[in-house]
């Protein structure tokens, strides 16, 4: 299975993202840093608002009793609207510090705080009025016991408990400030790290995924422009890489075919003006003797002296039908065809083997024609010179193929549709695939052309059939050919 490969488009996606990430973290980072400084800030700006409104309240609480002593020792006749003047600005600092009180203990505080200071105004306003029916060691009591000892004690320890309060708030409040900043350095160094990760990371990425490839490309296209087409370039890249290094392995492997093709060409048209001139010097002598075979054939002769003549024109017929077949190898085929029997057309291909079968002591099995005779099941409309020289060509490999003593078996099997026909030997098997694709084929005869594998294929695509190697488990080559009854011509 294929391993997925990543697309570079995919990859800077992804680098931009994290680039992007990398902007939104600091910007983030900055943005809570911010606003810790500004909450710190205002939580700071509140605590020092009450230690002053709160300061603020002892002072006016002095400055009650002040003219509470004024109005008793003085008799400043102004003491009491001063006092009551001071009450309305202690109460205006209770206000304000009710509203920004914050928490359960802070609120608390301020209440017994403003409880203590309403007991002092209670207590310190009836005095205004009890200053004419008061004797002097009286009052003094009640100014230096009841109210500085007692009430005025009081508030004071109230006070000092809420400053307490409000001081731990605020060392709570520097504690987390300074954790704060010391979490906001570190994290301050954290996009830092992250953008030398990515800075490596891509420096590796930049080098693995793209330089590295490009290199593998350019040697191959050298390679490749060199000469050497079996070079591949590397597909193991991403996914645009791989498809340029794919693209150039495809180009390799055509201009190998097209190597291949144009050898071939020339090779054919070697073939193509060597061909006829071969086929003219061939006709030539066959003429002759076919015509000194046919002034020898008198009447007079014995039987099997006209015998041997008639073989030698019918053989001549033959071999000047196969040279024009040949021939008509190098131009398109166009079959000519007729009805006739497949026995007459494998006796016809055999005949000029006889003398090659006996030479190497060849066992030869051809099928029972008795078997097709009684129906007529033998019968075919095809090109039967075309077909003759087939079966010659592939009958002449299988022998060649075969050591002395060796076994050719013919089969032919038939349908309702078409004739399977099979030659099956026992040689040393053939070192090459036919390609039916081929102009030519490598051949393995000192003095063979490469044609006659193609030429058979050639054919049986013409006859509207198939041609099929294969290799015997036992040693040999299993040739197939299929045809149909009845060529359909166009």
């Given at each position: 299975?294929?391993?997925?490969?990543?697309?570079?488009?995919?990859?800077?996606?992804?680098?931009?993202?994290?680039?992007?990430?990398?902007?939104?973290?600091?910007?983030?980072?900055?943005?809570?840093?911010?606003?810790?400084?500004?909450?710190?800030?205002?939580?700071?700006?509140?605590?020092?608002?009450?230690?002053?409104?709160?300061?603020?309240?002892?002072?006016?609480?002095?400055?009650?009793?002040?003219?509470?002593?004024?109005?008793?020792?003085?008799?400043?006749?102004?003491?009491?609207?001063?006092?009551?003047?001071?009450?309305?600005?202690?109460?205006?600092?209770?206000?304000?510090?009710?509203?920004?009180?914050?928490?359960?203990?802070?609120?608390?505080?301020?209440?017994?705080?403003?409880?203590?200071?309403?007991?002092?105004?209670?207590?310190?306003?009836?005095?205004?009025?009890?200053?004419?029916?008061?004797?002097?060691?009286?009052?003094?009591?009640?100014?230096?016991?009841?109210?500085?000892?007692?009430?005025?004690?009081?508030?004071?320890?109230?006070?000092?408990?809420?400053?307490?309060?409000?001081?731990?708030?605020?060392?709570?409040?520097?504690?987390?400030?300074?954790?704060?900043?010391?979490?906001?350095?570190?994290?301050?160094?954290?996009?830092?790290?992250?953008?030398?990760?990515?800075?490596?990371?891509?420096?590796?990425?930049?080098?693995?995924?793209?330089?590295?490839?490009?290199?593998?490309?350019?040697?191959?296209?050298?390679?490749?422009?060199?000469?050497?087409?079996?070079?591949?370039?590397?597909?193991?890249?991403?996914?645009?890489?791989?498809?340029?290094?794919?693209?150039?392995?495809?180009?390799?492997?055509?201009?190998?075919?097209?190597?291949?093709?144009?050898?071939?060409?020339?090779?054919?048209?070697?073939?193509?003006?060597?061909?006829?001139?071969?086929?003219?010097?061939?006709r030539n002598p066959l003429a002759s003797i076919r015509a000194t075979a046919q002034v020898l054939d008198e009447p007079e002769l014995d039987t099997d002296t006209r015998?041997?003549?008639?073989?030698?024109?019918?053989?001549?017929?033959?071999?000047?039908?196969?040279?024009?077949?040949?021939?008509?190898?190098?131009?398109?085929?166009?079959?000519?065809?007729?009805?006739?029997?497949?026995?007459?057309?494998?006796?016809?291909?055999?005949?000029?083997?006889?003398?090659?079968?006996?030479?190497?002591?060849?066992?030869?099995?051809?099928?029972?024609?008795?078997?097709?005779?009684?129906?007529?099941?033998?019968?075919?409309?095809?090109?039967?010179?075309?077909?003759?020289?087939?079966?010659?060509?592939?009958?002449?490999?299988?022998?060649?193929?075969?050591?002395?003593?060796?076994?050719?078996?013919?089969?032919?099997?038939?349908?309702?549709?078409?004739?399977?026909?099979?030659?099956?030997?026992?040689?040393?098997?053939?070192?090459?695939?036919?390609?039916?694709?081929?102009?030519?084929?490598?051949?393995?005869?000192?003095?063979?052309?490469?044609?006659?594998?193609?030429?058979?294929?050639?054919?049986?695509?013409?006859?509207?059939?198939?041609?099929?190697?294969?290799?015997?488990?036992?040693?040999?080559?299993?040739?197939?050919?299929?045809?149909?009854?009845?060529?359909?011509?166009?």
């Amino acid at each position: 299975m294929d391993k997925k490969k990543t697309s570079l488009k995919n990859l800077l996606l992804i680098h931009e993202l994290a680039f992007i990430l990398l902007i939104f973290l600091v910007a983030t980072i900055g943005a809570i840093g911010i606003h810790l400084q500004e909450k710190s800030s205002q939580e700071s700006n509140r605590i020092s608002l009450i230690v002053q409104e709160v300061q603020q309240t002892r002072g006016d609480l002095y400055r009650q009793m002040k003219e509470l002593f004024d109005a008793y020792f003085l008799k400043d006749i102004e003491a009491r609207s001063e006092y009551n003047a001071f009450t309305l600005s202690v109460e205006s600092h209770f206000v304000q510090l009710h509203k920004i009180a914050e928490g359960e203990a802070e609120k608390t505080a301020i209440n017994d705080l403003h409880a203590g200071y309403k007991a002092f105004v209670m207590e310190t306003s009836a005095l205004f009025d009890l200053q004419q029916n008061i004797t002097g060691d009286e009052l003094k009591k009640i100014l230096n016991t009841d109210i500085e000892a007692g009430l005025f004690n009081r508030y004071e320890s109230l006070l000092a408990h809420t400053e307490q309060l409000l001081n731990e708030k605020q060392a709570e409040l520097d504690l987390k400030l300074k954790e704060s900043k010391r979490k906001s350095n570190f994290l301050l160094f954290t996009p830092l790290i992250l953008a030398a990760l990515l800075l490596i990371f891509s420096r590796i990425f930049l080098k693995r995924s793209i330089v590295k490839p490009i290199k593998d490309v350019l040697k191959a296209t050298s390679e490749i422009s060199a000469g050497n087409l079996n070079h591949k370039a590397p597909e193991e890249n991403i996914e645009e890489l791989a498809s340029l290094s794919k693209a150039i392995n495809e180009m390799a492997e055509k201009l190998i075919t097209s190597q291949e093709n144009l050898v071939r060409t020339e090779k054919q048209a070697a073939q193509g003006l060597l061909v006829p001139m071969l086929a003219h010097n061939i006709r030539n002598p066959l003429a002759s003797i076919r015509a000194t075979a046919q002034v020898l054939d008198e009447p007079e002769l014995d039987t099997d002296t006209r015998e041997s003549l008639h073989g030698i024109i019918n053989t001549v017929d033959r071999l000047e039908r196969w040279t024009g077949a040949l021939l008509a190898y190098l131009h398109p085929l166009k079959p000519q065809p007729s009805t006739t029997r497949m026995r007459d057309i494998i006796e016809g291909a055999l005949e000029p083997l006889q003398q090659k079968i006996s030479g190497k002591s060849i066992q030869l099995t051809v099928p029972d024609w008795s078997s097709f005779n009684k129906a007529d099941t033998d019968t075919i409309f095809t090109d039967q010179h075309l077909l003759e020289q087939v079966i010659y060509n592939l009958v002449l490999n299988a022998i060649d193929a075969c050591n002395k003593t060796g076994q050719i078996e013919i089969q032919l099997k038939t349908s309702s549709e078409e004739f399977t026909l099979q030659i099956v030997d026992n040689g040393s098997g053939m070192p090459f695939t036919p390609d039916p694709s081929a102009m030519s084929a490598p051949t393995t005869k000192r003095f063979g052309t490469g044609l006659g594998i193609p030429f058979a294929f050639k054919v049986c695509d013409a006859l509207g059939g198939s041609l099929q190697y294969n290799i015997r488990p036992g040693g040999g080559t299993a040739i197939t050919i299929k045809l149909p009854k009845i060529i359909e011509l166009n």
